[in-house]
C-alpha cells in the first residue's frame, strides 16, 4: 500500500503550514506505531510538506488537517508534482530538484526501498521528459521570478536598487538568478555559510557580508529577501527599530522562507512586507500558453501512471514467484541427486534426466505462475495475499 500524506499551499497559508509540520511528523508517528512501515520518503519545501509511505496493510488514516491519498491517486500526484502542474508557478523547475533531493536523503537514511525507488525513478524521468517535450517550463519560471515580478509590481523597476539577499541556499540562488539582468546592486549574506555567499554575490556582480554584519548596512537596503532555513525568525521590530522611520517606509521586505524568516511585527514600523502566500497572485505573464502545455504533459502523466501500476503490481508477486523457484528447484535437485545415486547412468543419459526433471517442473509451475500473473492484472489482491502466506510466510 503507497500512501501520500501532505500539506501544501493550495490548503494553507504560511502561518498554518508552519503550524502542521509538527501535527504530520505526529501523524506519521502514530502510523509507524500501528502498522509496519516498509518504506518512507519525506519531501519537505518552502510550500509543502508530504511523505510518502509503503505500509505492509492498509489503514485508515483520519485527518482533516492534511490531504491523504493512496496508491494510484498518490503515484498520480507525484508524476503531476515533478512535472510542475502542482507548483505555485506552474512549470516550474525547482520541484523537480527538490524531488531528487528527497530521493537521495532517503537512500542516505536507508528508509527507501525497491518500491518507492521505482516510484521517485519514474517521477524524475516523467518529469525530465515532459520538459524536453513540452514548453511547460518556458521562460525559467520559478518563485524566484515570481518574487521578482512582485516586487517590480510593488516598487516599480529594480535598476540601481540596493537589494539584500539573507540565505544563500537553493531559494537564495532561485532568487539571484531571476534579478541577474534587473541592473540592481546585490549584497548577499549567508547566515551559515560564507563561501556560499561570496559565491553568489560574484554571480551576482555584488558582494557578501557575514551575518553579524548585516545590521550594519541596512541603512543602504531598499529591498531584503530572505530565504533561509532557520527555525526561528531572523528579523523583527526591534532589530530594525535603529533604522530612520523615512527609509523604512520605503523599504520591501520579501520572506520566501518557511518557517518565516521575519516577524510580522516589521509592518508596525510600515515596513512593506510579503511573504510566498503573496506569490499566489502574481499575474504570470505565460500562464495561458502553460495551461495548453499542460494539457500535453497530462496525457503523458497519464500514461506513465498506468505502466508504473503495472509495474508496482508486478512487484508484488516477485517475492512470490521466487520463493516458487527457489523451492520447486530445492526439491528437483534433491530428488534428481537421490534417483542417480540409485541408477548407473551415463553422463549422456543423466543430463536427459535433468531435463526431464527441469520440463515436469517448468509444467507443474506454469498455471500457478500465469494464475498470480492473471491475479496481478485482476487487482485480486485475496489471491495474492493467500499465495504469499502459503508460499512465503510457511516456507
Known amino acids: 500500500m503507497l500512501v501520500n500524506i501532505r ?58 488537517t492534511f490531504i491523504v491519498e493512496k496508491d494510484d491517486n498518490a503515484i498520480n500526484h507525484l508524476l503531476r508534482l515533478a512535472s510542475g502542474l502542482e507548483s505555485m508557478i506552474m512549470g516550474e523547475d525547482q520541484i523537480l530538484g527538490q524531488i531528487k533531493d528527497a530521493r537521495k536523503k532517503a537512500i542516505k537514511e536507508e528508509t527507501i526501498g525497491p518500491k518507492l525507488e521505482k516510484v521517485f525513478t519514474k517521477a524524475i524521468h516523467v518529469g525530465q521528459s515532459i520538459r524536453k517535450n513540452t514548453h511547460i517550463n ?11 515580478e512582485l ?16 540565505g544563500a541556499g537553493e531559494m537564495g540562488t532561485v532568487v539571484a ?44 537596503i531598499d529591498i531584503l529577501i530572505s530565504a533561509t532555513g532557520a527555525p526561528h525568525p531572523l528579523i523583527n521590530k526591534n532589530r530594525l527599530s535603529f533604522l530612520p522611520p523615512e527609509h523604512l517606509e520605503n523599504m520591501i521586505m520579501l520572506d520566501l522562507a518557511n518557517p518565516r524568516d521575519i516577524e510580522e511585527d516589521v509592518k508596525e514600523l510600515k515596513v512593506q512586507l510579503y511573504n510566498l502566500d503573496d506569490l499566489r497572485y502574481i499575474r504570470d505573464k505565460n500562464v495561458e500558453k502553460r495551461v495548453k502545455e499542460a494539457e500535453k504533459a497530462e496525457v503523458i502523466i ?3 501512471t498506468v505502466l508504473l501500476k503495472d509495474a508496482l503490481k508486478q512487484m508484488e508477486i516477485t517475492p512470490i514467484l521466487s520463493s516458487l523457484n527457489v523451492e520447486a528447484e530445492k526439491i528437483r535437485k ?12 551415463s553422463d549422456k543419459d543423466a543430463k536427459k534426466l535433468d531435463a526431464l526433471t527441469h520440463s515436469i517442473v517448468d509444467k507443474m509451475l506454469f498455471n500457478v505462475i500465469k494464475n498470480l500473473k492473471q491475479a496481478v492484472s485482476n487487482d485480486d489482491d485475496e489471491t495474492i495475499r493467500a499465495a504469499k502466506k502459503i508460499l512465503i510466510e510457511y516456507s
Open 302 to 304: 497519464a500514461e506513465e
Open 138 to 148: 518556458e521562460g525559467g519560471v520559478s518563485v524566484g521570478s515570481g518574487a521578482v
Open 177 to 220: 538568478k531571476a534579478l541577474l539582468d534587473k541592473q540592481t546592486n546585490a549584497i548577499v549574506v549567508a547566515n551559515r555559510t560564507f563561501d556560499k555567499a561570496q559565491q553568489l554575490a560574484q554571480d551576482l556582480d555584488g558582494i557578501a557580508i557575514k551575518f553579524k554584519k548585516m545590521d550594519e548596512s541596512l541603512h543602504k
Open 334 to 345: 534433491s530428488e534428481l541427486e537421490k534417483t542417480l545415486h540409485m541408477l548407473d547412468l
Open 7 to 64: 500539506i501544501d499551499f493550495k490548503i494553507a497559508d504560511v502561518g498554518s503550514m508552519e503550524n502542521s509540520y509538527a501535527k504530520l511528523d505526529a501523524l506519521n508517528e502514530k502510523i509507524h506505531n500501528n502498522v509496519k512501515v516498509l518504506e518512507e520518503v519525506t519531501l519537505k519545501t518552502c510550500n509543502r510538506y508530504e511523505i510518502y509511505l509503503i505500509l505492509e496493510e492498509d489503514i485508515n488514516i483520519p485527518t482533516t
Open 151 to 166: 516586487i517590480e509590481e510593488k516598487y516599480g523597476t529594480l535598476k540601481g536598487k540596493n537589494v539584500l539577499i539573507v
